[in-house]
């Protein structure tokens, strides 16, 4: 359920009921792979499994990261619900790499939603190769509407930056299509100045009940 990968997993983001009980799969496409506002690959494709039942969720998704770097392998799981009109999860992810692209980290994802606005709090924990582990905590607030959607992210603690998204999503076909302009600061370019970009995803997910 990750195919946009706009910030949590998104089996985090839909709370579940028995009746949706069951395991899909998806594929997808990115014109440029950036996450958390930190670009990661020119293009990508990517894909994942997913079960979920009563709001508890399992999964793993993996993208390319070009030639010569292997691939982000993730893995997840959690239980996300409601009170009332309050949407709330709860989780963790580990992000795994094949090669030396980077090294691990693993996290717990807390994220409460209300009407169009939604908040998330990453709070991890980065292997750093043979450095110092290093602590970050991610958080965004994300406004969605029809569609649309802002959002406002960042780091703190070891790692230190913010970002912008503007997008939109929508199914075509049974496809799910979107795209997004991001505004990065110099913290999280890598350049030195701050950066923008436009995005393009397309994938689609299968039941496999």
């Known amino acids: ?7 949590l997993p998104i ?29 990661q690959a020119p293009t990508s494709a990517n894909g994942g499994v997913d ?57 717990i994802n807390l994220g409460g939603s209300y009407g169009i606005v939604a908040v998330d709090v990453a709070v991890g924990e980065y292997a750093n190769f043979s450095g110092p582990t290093l602590d970050y905590t991610y958080w965004a607030l994300t406004l969605e509407k029809s569609g649309f959607y802002g959002k406002y992210a960042g780091f703190s603690q070891d790692f230190e930056g913010d970002y912008v998204e503007l997008g939109y999503g929508t199914s075509i076909a049974g496809f799910d299509v979107g795209g997004y302009l991001l505004f990065n600061d110099s913290d999280l370019s890598g350049t030195g100045s701050s950066d923008e970009a436009f ?11």
């Not at 009980?21 to 950036?34: H, K």
């Not at 009170?83 to 030396?100: E, I, L, S």
């Not at 397309?202 to 039941?207: E, S």
Request: aromatic share 22%; proline share 1%; charged share 15%.
């Open 11 to 39: 089996a985090a983001l839909t709370v579940c009921s028995v009746a949706n009980a069951g395991v899909s799969a998806n594929l997808g496409f990115a014109s440029d792979y950036y996450f958390r506002g930190i670009f």
């Open 199 to 209: 995005i393009f995803t397309i994938g689609k997910t299968f039941d496999i009940k």
């Open 51 to 107: 079960y979920d039942n009563g709001g508890f969720y399992v999964g793993t998704w993996a993208a390319d990261l070009g030639p010569g770097n292997g691939l982000e392998v993730d893995g997840y799981f959690g239980y996300n619900g409601d009170v009332g009109d309050f949407g709330y999860t709860v989780g963790y992810t580990g992000y795994f790499y094949t090669g030396d692209f980077d090294d691990t980290y693993q996290e």
């Open 1 to 7: 359920m990750k195919t946009l990968k706009f910030a």
